[in-house]
């Protein structure tokens, strides 16, 4: 029987030594989504216990470049902290990482709580932020696969680190046709258009509030959202300057130290 309270501690052990474990579903094939949200709801709980403070939400999965890197295919949410977010120009360390990849997403602030079955003017609504994202993800499982979304929603999605430019208006901006540039130590490592995510970074927004509802999750006025990639990740292995330019906003700036 699937014990939702034993799988998120495993998940929170392995991430607390840095351990790959194996995917939950060879073990527990019967974890469904409905469970996996679970365990990834448990494991924050247990974050919170820790002194850690929710800080957003994030959406995976939202763009054909990581369904297909990835080899699964519906968006998915994950839980961020207060305690994974690297401040703009900031720094973290390649020793607190299993094996981390990063990608150029785009960020959104909310002004009013998400629900399900929005419009996308009522989604867009809710905005009175938008930044330039870096998600850092890093898994918990071997080699960096899960097969399956209960694995991936189970870990809470890849969640490790993230950081967020300066907020500009979204008053005048059309964020569904930005573009994407990012670099490693000044070579260009990924580029895409912000269409390339949900079609339109807002319908990551309204695909969020059903998703939340669906599960139990609250998506609250002042909450941050990354909208998901718009590129594969890109693998780190070794200290890294990090930047990202999108036309329209401030840029981004992330360092991987040794
Ligand atoms: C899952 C998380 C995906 C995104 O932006 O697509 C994600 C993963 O790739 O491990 O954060
Ligand atoms: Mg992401």
Redesign the pocket.
């Known amino acids: 029987m699937v014990d939702p309270f034993a799988l998120a501690g495993r998940l929170h052990a392995a991430r607390l030594d840095r351990r790959e474990i194996e995917r939950l579903t060879a073990e527990f094939p019967e974890l469904s989504l409905a469970l996996a949200y679970q365990v990834q709801a448990l494991g924050i709980g247990l974050r919170v216990a820790a002194g850690e403070r929710v800080a957003g939400v994030?959406?995976?999965?939202?763009?054909e470049g990581?369904r297909r890197?990835?080899d699964l295919h519906a968006p998915?949410y994950?839980v961020l902290t207060d305690a994974m977010q690297v401040a703009d120009g900031g720094a973290f360390s390649l020793t607190e990482a299993i094996h981390c990849k990063v990608?150029p997403?785009i960020a959104f602030r909310l002004a009013r709580p998400l629900r399900s079955g929005m419009t996308r003017a009522e989604a867009w609504a809710c905005v009175d932020g938008v930044a330039a994202a870096l998600?850092v993800?890093d898994?918990r499982y071997t080699g960096?696969k899960y097969f399956s979304l209960p694995d991936?929603v189970a870990d809470n999605?890849?969640s490790f680190r993230f950081a967020v430019g300066p907020w500009a208006s979204p008053e005048g901006l059309d964020v569904r046709d930005l573009e994407l540039r990012m670099t490693c130590n000044g070579a260009l490592a990924a580029a895409g258009r912000s269409s390339e995510i949900s079609g339109d970074p807002v319908v990551s927004l309204m695909q969020l509030g059903d998703l939340a509802a669906q599960h139990g999750l609250a998506v609250p006025a002042g909450c941050l959202v990354?909208s998901?990639?718009a590129t594969a990740?890109v693998a780190l292995e070794r200290p890294t300057e990090l930047d990202l330019r999108v036309n329209g906003l401030p840029p981004l700036r992330l360092c991987m130290s040794a």
């Open positions: 994030k959406m995976g999965l939202t763009s990581k890197q990835m998915v994950g990608e997403e998600e993800l898994s960096f991936v999605s890849s990354l998901g990639a990740a």
